[in-house]
């Protein structure tokens, strides 16, 4: 059982590429350590469940607090009703099946920010939605961008983030009505298109350092090799993030 998602499901049968979900995680877990090295702890669970129309993936807030204020535990759901045709990489540490690598800038206000950063020409089975992007984007939810969030609620009052430091004095645009970037090739984005791989910009890892109060900022974040991850904690519908440096 996960929270009110119910009972996870077996990876459906239309997510190909040879990947499976625990791999997708493990790998956005470390991209975002990468990013962020405040002490901290935050618990995710997640698992395989069916989602109405086009929902690739949902997250939910479970318990938050602390100061400085964050989630504390979460919930995510990956799409298994058959409506996401899925990529799932084996490798996603990297990203050789997609050809061009993009990335975007624009000045919000406080100089030219990298607003995206995005793999296209895609090959094989990467020309379907990207299951790494996805829980890449919904772990994000889970560390600042949730409507859910009471820091996140203070902070989206105005319709945007303000931020302090670094780019002080930008704004970075929200969506009305629900916790995602408005900036068009954002990994915090409320959408993805098949066939595109997306990793946090500039503007996705100041909205969550914004929104968190990290202060141990990391624009230009990686994912380490396999070899290096510290996994702890697995089941089908269930991790315990614990990093090995620090707990989030």
Do not use: C, K
């Not at 877990?29 to 901290?40: H, M, N, R, T």
């Amino acid at each position: 059982m996960l929270g009110t998602f119910g009972t996870a499901e077996a990876q459906p049968g239309n997510a190909v590429g040879g990947g499976h979900l625990t791999a997708a995680v493990d790998a956005a877990i470390a991209y975002w350590e990468s990013a962020f090295a405040d002490p901290f702890t935050l618990t995710i669970e997640y698992g395989w469940f069916p989602r109405s129309g086009s929902t690739t993936g949902t997250h939910r807030l479970v318990s938050e607090g602390g100061t400085p204020h964050r989630e504390t535990a979460g919930t995510i759901a990956l799409d298994s009703d058959g409506s996401t045709i899925w990529f799932a990489d084996p490798t996603p540490h990297e990203a050789s099946e997609y050809s061009t690598f993009t990335e975007y800038t624009s000045d919000l206000g406080a100089g030219l920010m990298n607003v995206g950063r995005e793999f296209t020409g895609a090959s094989g089975f990467a020309i379907r939605h990207d299951l790494f992007s996805t829980v890449l984007h919904e772990i994000g939810h889970a560390l600042g961008l949730s409507s859910a969030n009471n820091a996140f609620v203070a902070e989206a009052a105005d319709g945007d983030v303000d931020v302090t430091v670094p780019y002080a004095g930008a704004s970075l645009p929200l969506n009305a009505g629900d916790a995602h970037l408005n900036l068009a090739r954002a990994l915090l984005r409320s959408s993805r298109p098949s066939g595109v791989r997306r990793y946090g910009s500039e503007a996705d890892i100041l909205a969550l350092a914004q929104i968190s109060q990290f202060t141990q900022v990391n624009l230009m974040p990686v994912i380490p090799e396999p070899s290096s991850l510290v996994i702890l904690a697995v089941g089908l519908a269930a991790f315990a993030w614990r990093e090995r440096r620090r707990t989030w």
